[in-house]
C-alpha cells in the first residue's frame, strides 16, 4: 500500500524533474540553441562512449519519428553543428558527428547542467531513500 511518504516522493520528483527541464530548456535558448538541438548534441556525443550515431539510433534516443530526426539533421548539419559521415563498413548508412562548434556548445551547456544538477543533489538523494524504503517494504 502506498503511503502519503510514497506519494509525496514521486510529487517532489516530478517538481524537480520539470524545474530542472526548464532550467535546460532555458539554457539551451540562452546558448542559441533549440531544446531539440541541445538534446540532440548531448546525444549524439553521449552515445556509447562517443562513437558516430546513425540517425535512427538519434531518433530512438529522442524518442522522436525517423522522419523528425532526418529533419532536425538537416537543420543541425545547416547550422555547422553536425556533420554527416558514411558508416565505414557499410556506406548506405549515415552516421552523424559534432563539428568544433557543436563540441564548444554543448561543453558548456554541459558544464551549467551539471552545476544545476549538483544542486539538487540533496532532494534528489532524499527521493531515492523515500523509494528505497517503499521498496524495502514489499
Known amino acids: 500500500k502506498l503511503t502519503q511518504s510514497d506519494y509525496s ?11 530542472f527541464l526548464d ?4 539554457a539551451a535558448r540562452q546558448a542559441g540553441l533549440t531544446p531539440r538541438q541541445h538534446q540532440a548534441l548531448l546525444v549524439i556525443k553521449g552515445y556509447r562512449g562517443g562513437e558516430p550515431i546513425s540517425i535512427g539510433d538519434l531518433a530512438e534516443r529522442l524518442i522522436i ?9 538537416n537543420r543541425l548539419v545547416d547550422s555547422g553543428l553536425v556533420v554527416r559521415l558514411h558508416d565505414e563498413n557499410d556506406q ?7 563539428t568544433d562548434l557543436a563540441e564548444r556548445h554543448l561543453a558548456d551547456l554541459s558544464a551549467v547542467h551539471l ?15 523515500l523509494a ?4 524495502a517494504k514489499g
Not at 532550467?23 to 532555458?26: A, H, L, M, W, Y
Not at 552545476?115 to 531513500?129: A, N, P, R, S
Open 23 to 26: 532550467f535546460s530548456e532555458k
Open 9 to 19: 516522493a514521486l510529487a517532489e520528483f516530478r517538481y524537480v524533474l520539470r524545474r
Open 92 to 98: 548506405r548508412r549515415v552516421l552523424l558527428d559534432l
Open 65 to 73: 519519428h525517423h522522419h523528425s530526426a532526418v529533419e532536425l539533421t
Open 132 to 135: 528505497r524504503q517503499h521498496a
Open 115 to 129: 552545476d544545476e544538477l549538483h544542486k539538487m543533489t540533496g532532494v534528489l538523494d532524499t527521493i531515492v531513500q
